[in-house]
């Protein structure tokens, strides 16, 4: 019974996803747990070993950015031999069939675009790249960086660079226009996230404002304001079926 209840749900989802003209999906960090990437923020995550107030705020980085550089080599060892998972597959899969228009995440793995995703705005940034904040060189990161005895220096104007990612106290990216796509979405698909903190916890409530529906995609619901349909379980696990749903 329940499996038919399951597929009933995701049928119900699919046509809704087929009638929708500016689908749009927001990821977080559950999307990519099947990928071996644990959410910083549970029992055992980065947060657990590197506190962020001391490891992760811009204010660390410019007064010790050795010790910011701790951090950012240990969140490099997680990230390096990560791999899409079919959650991220799926979503790749709806943009190449022109369903999905596109992908807003808070994930700085890149497995989206490995997935082969190609409208993909980060919110949070990106771990693939170096930036340095004193005269703004914008690098491609690689896995000798993050094994240098001392943090890696602009060839530029020979400040540390850090990882384009957004630590505590800087602001986030693309934040104009991504309220800008979501002010036009009419489906939200929310995967992998409770869009608690802010600015991602804003974006549902801007989908709803505008009539649109929205689509949780977690193990347990936790989306406010409550969504239109709520698919339980692994990502990796119901997208690929909502997908052959779509797609058939």
Same mark, same amino acid.
């Given at each position: 019974m329940k499996k038919n209840?399951? *597929?009933?749900?995701? !049928? /119900? !989802?699919?046509? $809704?996803?087929?009638?929708?003209?500016?689908?749009?999906?927001?990821? &977080?960090?559950?999307?990519?747990?099947?990928? &071996? +990437?644990?959410?910083? /923020?549970?029992?055992?995550?980065?947060?657990?070993?590197?506190?962020?107030?001391?490891?992760?705020?811009?204010?660390?980085?410019?007064?010790?950015?050795? *010790?910011?550089?701790?951090?950012? *080599?240990?969140? $490099?060892? +997680?990230?390096?031999?990560?791999?899409?998972?079919?959650?991220?597959?799926?979503?790749?899969?709806?943009?190449?069939?022109? !369903?999905?228009?596109?992908? +807003?995440?808070?994930?700085?793995?890149?497995?989206?675009?490995?997935?082969?995703?190609r409208d993909v705005l980060e919110i949070h940034g990106d771990h693939q790249h170096l930036q340095c904040l004193g005269c703004g060189r914008l690098e491609p990161a690689d896995e000798a960086h993050y094994h240098m005895e001392e943090p890696p220096r602009c060839p530029d104007c020979g400040r540390v660079l850090k990882p384009n990612v957004v630590l505590f106290g800087e602001p986030v990216r693309h934040l104009e226009e991504i309220q800008a796509r979501v002010a036009g979405c009419d489906l939200l698909l929310v995967i992998g996230t409770s869009a608690q903190v802010h600015p991602a916890a804003g974006l549902p409530r801007i989908v709803r404002a505008h009539g649109g529906l929205l689509v949780e995609f977690n193990r347990e619901r936790a989306l406010a304001p409550a969504s239109d349909f709520f698919v339980a379980g692994p990502a990796e696990r119901s997208l690929p079926r909502l997908v052959d749903l779509v797609l058939s």
């Open positions: 209840q399951d *597929r009933d749900l995701l !049928v /119900r !989802v699919a046509r $809704a996803l087929a009638r929708a003209a500016h689908p749009l999906a927001l990821t &977080g960090a559950g999307i990519s747990v099947a990928s &071996g +990437i644990p959410d910083f /923020r549970s029992p055992g995550g980065l947060w657990s070993r590197f506190s962020p107030d001391e490891y992760a705020t811009m204010e660390v980085f410019r007064r010790d950015p050795a *010790r910011a550089w701790q951090l950012f *080599r240990a969140m $490099a060892a +997680i990230l390096q031999d990560a791999r899409p998972n079919p959650a991220h597959l799926a979503l790749a899969r709806l943009e190449q069939a022109g !369903v999905l228009r596109g992908v +807003i995440t808070q994930n700085v793995d890149n497995l989206h675009q490995a997935a082969g995703s």
